[in-house]
Nanobody, 129 residues
Framework: QVQLVESGGGLVQPGGSLRLSCAAY????????IAWFRQAPGKEREAVSC????????YYTESVKGRFTVSRDVAKNTVYLQLNSLKPEDTAVYYC??????????????????????WGQGTQVTVST
């Protein structure tokens, strides 16, 4: 069965850190661009970051630049999102998604949810005192 499984979410205080994992089962991630999205209550799903399979190029939405880092471990068939300096406005369910294309920038860019074919179930990140 082809699926993505996220883990690593939790409750953290402002300024804290988390590392989210996105593990693939039933297929390999080494030839696909993988993105992270998030969705807060009452808001639309927002693209957060993407990593290409071509040369490992990474992309970030403006609000997380300098704080979040996306990476991939081909041997573990897993993509990670390191979240540092967390803020209350980062609170959301975080999803990883597979584009089934090698490059994040293929077509109309990397931030459209409609371009992603395989989605995980999400992991909750809550930033609060």
């Amino acid at each position: 069965q082809v699926q993505l499984v996220e883990s690593g979410g939790g409750l953290v205080q402002p300024g804290g850190s988390l590392r989210l994992s996105c593990a693939a089962y039933g297929f390999t991630l080494d030839s696909d661009a993988i993105a992270w999205f998030r969705q807060a209550p009452g808001k639309e799903r927002e693209a957060v970051s993407c990593i290409s399979a071509t040369d490992g190029s990474t992309y970030y939405t403006e609000s997380v630049k300098g704080r979040f880092t996306v990476s991939r471990d081909v041997a573990k068939n897993t993509v990670y999102l390191q979240l540092n300096s967390l803020k209350p406005e980062d609170t959301a369910v975080y999803y990883c998604a597979d584009r089934v294309a090698i490059d994040c920038e293929y077509g109309l860019g990397w931030s459209r949810t409609a371009d992603y074919v395989i989605w995980g179930q999400g992991t909750q990140v809550t930033v609060s005192t």
